[in-house]
């Protein structure tokens, strides 16, 4: 696949006019302008002519998106038929023979196109995207030159443009009505934001009711720009900077979905990012971060100078990186002298690449000595990878998202798909579409309970706290009605183990009835969802952090596993357990070995041929002990055996729950190491500042939510001179732990020589197949899209007993309410890179949501501030008032650091693995007038960080 191997000189993507037929019964040979071919049954004549590299003129035809045959511009000539079919919605047949160039169809087709000339605007776009319109390159392509009709008639030329949406405009004059829009909007996005409205000549493509597309419910995802085939819908980077003229595809740094782009430039700068239509996760999708909010990577508050200060109370200092790097160094060593080899440690970043967080991990096991290494996982999937790990074996969910296409019954518990992850939303809400059934476990009315045709056919509003509970109601109900998949069991699982959760599961307090109350789900309504998933021909899982994030965590992630082989949903299409990732490569910075007592790979830190393997590799002793969790590190800052922490992309000061605890471990160390693109909150408290590098700026792989290990390939330079990967090798080599990286494609081949799963990887075999997914290995040279399939990775599956036990975080009479958090589509996680994008104008700030009964009951009026008070501490945000959120319940998310949204959070967590209970604090909700104490805190704290910050500035501008 040569288009991987870096910058191409700028041509638009291969379109081959209608899709692939999805089933067909047999091959077909035609003849098309004297050459034969042979295509599937099914194929239409135009896909079948530009398979013989024969181009057909079209305009309302695109391979992603079924013919409908309006535009009349594919005409073609058919032996022994009468007319001029359009080519785009014939389907080819054996024998056939088509001729697609003669006179008559070139009349044909100049009076068509002279048509639309005659109302097409001289100057559609701008000058500089004039070669996207697809009028003015078949005008140029045919030598049409003028309009036998004119211009005078009744036209759209003044057809006033819409350009409320920050990232593309919609110029109705350039308008041909070919609805391609329209079906991008419903059949790939699923959003159904346009119809054609108006009859006839006064047809106009309208957002909404004839809404600007920023009032529509337009979601920005740029399906409609992407499809359009002139200039009537454009990106505004492009009107305003031209068409690019070379591209490098690389993967998204958002989401764990990893969509596959193409980072369009013009002269070295970023003009457009093109979702990639040969992208296996997302087949030429997007959603409105990865698209259009890539303009952070080059933002004014990108910190390009490295820093350093004595102590958190001085300014800033830019100096070189010779002096950061020894700087940062030699008081790593100093703290390492005076409190032992323990008291430093390392968190890799789920937003650096796989090869990035490799390197950190390998230099705190080499250079710092001990197992101190943790990653943001423990804040969201660590009880995914125990849960896996135990019940079947690999810490991974098992299915490609392509495998949900093949679902009868999906089960979405705890996520919120179309918000966080948009692009196989899409593809869920088109599986729905064509019949499949759902189940929406979640506390909230997600827009999966009935959106725009999709309805669910259960939604299970569970009481926040409540998942354990749940899942062994509806395994109570499979297995005492016998709905049970025997023969799968009797295969797959280890038989023992079965029979002591059976009679466990089977007691009467797992069933619906008796715990009805601490779901808070009605026993009738749970019981038909578990008949409907147990009686699917496939029935999938899908759950994101609102299954994790408990102190049940890992109990929950067990549950599931075991639902789904009871009932023989595993190892093959359709079916399975998906957990969707929340960042880009958090998947993959778990399989490099980030946590404290994993080796890559999974392998337990205390195994001594795991260890041994590395040791010859790296060429140091190991640690057999595992080294310290991220509250781990914390608790030891406070109680003061823990001082130093290099932290790579990541914002514990933000993301990280109970804010006060927090803050007072980030005070407390001596030396914080922040490598980050911004100055992010957790660089308040730092004191080695080193600039990081955005994805564009490096090669590298990120690892998506199938264990899709997919290219990221530089498109701009370091605009601070290093990429991150380059950043760990010099500190590690003045740590003394020498590495001589000269490209990360050779920390990959090392990665593959140490770890099983990858020992098939390289970057020459990324290049040849676009994306692997993991393991990739002798036994599977291409990688592996659906995991256990003969039999599962450990052996026999593992059912797990699953006993419930509520949180200790209840509701009192002080904290009548539980908080629940999650996300917004606009903004992303910590809100570092969309809050420095257009994205804001849908959200710039966190809000609250509680429901009218609540709120009467307090005095709370929409838009009222609202005080949010836990045991943990308050802060104060905005209240929307929606029965989206059940009785008791409030809502919100966590992207703007003034929100503090983590200060009412708590520290309790997951038994297993310390995963933070996010989704359960017992709160009161009041009116208050101002914000909170913590909040003023945070502001005097923030100023007076950023004067330190432009004192740096000054000071170098100066020298
Ligand atoms: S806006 Fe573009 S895609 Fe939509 S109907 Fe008009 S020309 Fe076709
Ligand atoms: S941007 Fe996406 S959601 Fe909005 S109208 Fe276009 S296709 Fe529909
Ligand atoms: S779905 Fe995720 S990976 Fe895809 S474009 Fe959106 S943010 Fe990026
Ligand atoms: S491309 Fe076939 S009718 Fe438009």
């Known amino acids: 696949m040569p288009e991987l191997l870096g910058s191409q000189t700028y041509q638009p993507q291969a379109d081959l006019g209608t899709p692939l037929p999805i089933q067909f019964a047999e091959m077909v040979t035609l003849s098309i302008d004297g050459r034969e071919i042979a295509v599937p049954s099914g194929t239409s004549v135009m896909r079948a002519a530009e398979l013989a590299n024969i181009n057909v003129p079209k305009l309302c035809a695109t391979d992603s998106l079924d013919a409908f045959g309006s535009c009349r511009m594919c005409l073609v000539e058919i032996k022994d038929r009468k007319g001029h079919p359009a080519s785009c919605t014939t389907p080819a047949e054996d024998g056939m023979v088509v001729s697609t160039r003669s006179d008559k169809l070139e009349m044909l087709r100049r009076n068509v196109l002279e048509l639309y000339l005659s109302d097409h605007p001289e100057n559609c776009a701008t000058e500089h995207s004039a070669s996207e ?148 996760a997302n087949e030429g999708h997007a959603c409105v971060k990865g698209r259009f909010a890539w303009e952070y990577a080059t933002h004014k508050d990108r910190i390009i100078k490295p820093m350093i200060r004595d102590s958190i109370k001085d300014p800033w200092r830019e100096v070189s990186w010779k002096e950061a790097i020894s700087y940062a160094a030699k008081r790593l060593r100093e703290i390492q002298e005076k409190y032992g080899p323990n008291s430093i440690g390392g968190i890799t970043s789920s937003r650096c690449s796989n090869e990035e967080t490799y390197l950190v991990q390998k230099m705190v096991r080499a250079a710092f000595g001990n197992n101190n290494v943790d990653t943001c996982a423990r804040v969201c999937h660590s009880p995914t990878g125990y849960g896996l790990k135990t019940t079947l074996g690999e810490s991974a969910g098992t299915q490609a998202f392509e495998s949900v296409d093949h679902a009868d019954v999906i089960m979405v518990i705890g996520a919120n798909p179309t918000i966080a992850h948009p692009v196989f939303a899409s593809r869920l809400k088109r599986r729905l579409r064509e019949g499949a059934k759902l189940i929406v476990v979640d506390p909230r009315e997600i827009e999966l309970v009935d959106g725009p045709h999709v309805r669910a056919q259960h939604h299970l509003q569970l009481l926040p706290g409540a998942n354990v509970a749940f899942i062994n109601a509806m395994a109570h109900v499979i297995m005492t009605e016998e709905l049970q998949d025997q023969a799968y069991i009797d295969e797959h699982c280890e038989i023992p183990a079965f029979e002591q959760w059976r009679e466990f599961i089977s007691m009467q307090e797992n069933s619906p009835e008796a715990l009805e109350s601490a779901t808070g789900i009605p026993a009738q309504e749970l019981t038909e969802a578990a008949r409907l998933y147990a009686g699917a021909g496939n029935g999938a899982i899908y759950y994101g952090l609102g299954v994790s994030e408990h102190t049940q965590g890992s109990t929950m992630v067990m549950g599931i596993a075991n639902l789904a082989m009871l009932t023989g949903n595993l190892g093959r299409e359709g079916v399975g357990v998906s957990p969707l990732r929340g960042q880009n490569n958090v998947q993959g910075s778990c399989d490099m070995g980030s946590f404290p007592h994993e080796l890559p790979g999974y392998r337990h830190v205390s195994d001594p041929a795991v260890r041994e393997l590395f040791e010859k590799e790296w060429g140091v002793e190991i640690k057999a002990e595992p080294g310290l969790r991220i509250p781990n590190m914390f608790d030891g800052a406070i109680s003061g055996h823990f001082k130093g922490l290099y932290c790579q992309g990541e914002d514990v000061a933000q993301s990280d729950p109970n804010t006060h605890h927090v803050e007072s471990a980030l005070k407390s160390m001596e030396c914080i190491i922040v490598q980050d693109i911004f100055l992010n909150e957790t660089a308040r408290f730092a004191h080695v500042f080193l600039p990081g590098s955005s994805f564009l700026e490096k090669d590298g792989t990120f690892t998506n939510a199938e264990r899709r290990i997919s290219p990221v390939r530089k498109v701009i330079e370091p605009l601070a001179q290093y990429a991150d990967w380059e950043v760990t090798q010099l500190l590690s080599n003045e740590l003394g732990y020498a590495m001589n990286y000269s490209h990360p494609s050779e920390i990959m081949d090392e990665i593959a020589r140490l770890t099983p799963t990858f020992s098939g990887v390289s970057y020459e075999k990324l290049d040849q197949l676009g994306s692997i997914q993991w393991p990739c290995n002798d036994q599977a040279p291409e990688g592996t899209p659906t995991m256990h399939v003969d039999k599962m990775v450990r052996g026999k599956g593992y059912f797990a007993i699953t006993g419930f036990i509520p949180t200790d975080e209840r509701t009192t009479r002080k904290y009548p309410m539980l908080l629940t958090t999650g996300r917004i589509l606009s903004q992303y996680n910590v809100g570092a890179q969309t809050r420095r994008t257009p994205n804001s104008l849908w959200a710039d700030q966190d809000l609250l949501e509680i429901h009218p009964f609540d709120a009467e009951h307090r005095g709370i009026n929409d838009g009222d501030w609202v005080g949010v008070a836990s045991r943990a501490g308050d802060t104060v945000l905005h209240a929307v008032v929606t029965s989206r959120v059940q009785p008791g319940v409030v809502y919100t998310t966590f992207h703007f650091p003034l929100t503090g949204a983590n200060v009412v959070t708590t520290e309790n967590s997951d038994w297993a693995t310390n995963c933070p209970e996010y989704k359960v604090t017992a709160v009161e909700c009041t009116r208050v007038t101002q914000p909170s104490e913590w909040q003023k805190e945070y502001r005097a704290f923030t100023e007076q960080q950023e004067e330190f910050l432009a004192h740096a500035r000054t000071r170098t501008e100066k020298v």
């Open 133 to 280: 319109c697809g009028i003015r390159k078949l005008a140029d392509e045919m030598g049409v030159t003028e309009s036998r009709f004119g211009r005078g008639g009744k036209n759209h030329l003044a057809s006033e443009k819409d350009c409320s949406n920050p990232y593309f405009t919609f110029d109705p004059a350039s308008c041909i009505a070919c609805f391609r829009c329209i079906r991008a909007c419903e059949d790939i996005q699923g959003t159904f934001a346009l119809t054609m409205a108006g009859r006839g000549f006064d047809s106009v493509v309208s957002a909404g009711q004839m809404e600007p597309f920023m009032d529509s419910e337009c979601v920005s995802c740029g399906a409609c720009v992407e499809s359009c085939p002139t200039t009537a819908l454009e990106d505004n980077s492009v009107l305003e900077m031209g068409v690019p003229d070379a591209f490098t595809i690389t993967t998204c740094a958002y989401c764990g979905v990893g969509c596959a782009f193409r980072a369009e430039t013009k002269n070295g700068e970023v003009v457009r990012m093109t979702p990639w239509k040969d992208g296996k």
